[in-house]
């Protein structure tokens, strides 16, 4: 079974400030995704990525950069953070991008926008 | 444009009776849809998904949902429910982005079974 691991779990972090969440796949999935979970909102599609060095853009992408530097690693950057932006942030990871595949999801970070 | 809708935010039931979690949908074209469950305090997981073919699909946990194309809907059911399935339901339908594939859910359904 694929898993998907995230870093850190919980972050507090001040207004403008600079954080950066980690995911890491060990199933060599090509797919990898970044999701935000909002109470009302569901799960909502941040960025994608179908390999190494390779972006697309979701559907709430603003104030979100993400970098896929290796099959297995795909970070979130929020490079001045908002209060907004406190959420809970999944990553998941799927064999191929769409085509009715499964998406594998980690434990999820609970960030904290003061 | 896709959207899904799962119009009942909560749902409250005794274990042993059915289950019916709601979900429908808007896509132009051929849908595929899934069901996630998130259990407390937990990630996500995969239940089931519909591509084609028969209008009941079955997935874990006893679960099986019931595609009706002639109202857009994709209804999660089990029976009897059990109090362990106490967790939140998302809905999901993929659907095109551009060239690639992605996955919109609705807002979810928390279900609550009572002992």
């Known amino acids: 079974e694929a898993a998907v691991t995230q870093s850190p779990r919980n972050k507090v972090t001040v207004t403008g400030g600079n954080v950066t969440l980690s995911c890491r796949q060990t199933?060599?999935?090509?797919?990898m995704y970044w999701y935000r979970q909002d109470t009302g909102h569901g799960l909502r599609l941040i960025h994608y990525?179908?390999?190494?060095?390779?972006?697309q853009i979701g559907d709430v992408p603003d104030g979100y950069k993400a970098t896929r530097t290796t099959q297995e690693d795909f970070f979130l950057l929020l490079e001045l953070a908002s209060p907004s932006q406190t959420s809970l942030y999944f990553c998941?990871?799927?064999?191929?991008?769409?085509?009715?595949?499964?998406?594998?999801f980690g434990p999820g970070t609970r960030l904290t926008v003061l | 444009a896709q959207s899904v809708d799962q119009p009942d935010a909560h749902v409250t039931l005794s274990e042993g009776a059915s289950l019916e979690l709601r979900c429908s949908y808007s896509?132009?074209?051929?849908?595929?849809l899934f069901w996630y469950v998130q259990y407390p305090g937990q990630s996500l997981q995969f239940l089931l998904k519909?591509?084609?073919?028969?209008?009941v699909v079955k997935g874990t946990k006893g679960f099986e949902a019931e595609f009706r194309k002639s109202n857009s809907s994709f209804n999660l059911k089990k029976s009897p429910a059990h109090w362990s399935d106490s967790a939140k339901y998302f809905c999901?339908?993929?659907?095109?982005?551009?060239?690639?594939?992605?996955?919109?859910f609705g807002k979810g359904t928390l279900l609550t079974v009572t002992p």
């Open positions: 519909y591509i084609t073919g028969d209008t």
């Open positions: 896509y132009s074209a051929a849908p595929y």
């Open positions: 990525s179908y390999g190494a060095g390779n972006l």
């Open positions: 199933n060599s999935h090509n797919y």
């Open positions: 999901a339908l993929e659907g095109r982005g551009g060239s690639n594939y992605k996955l919109t």
């Open positions: 998941a990871s799927s064999e191929w991008g769409g085509r009715y595949a499964e998406q594998f």
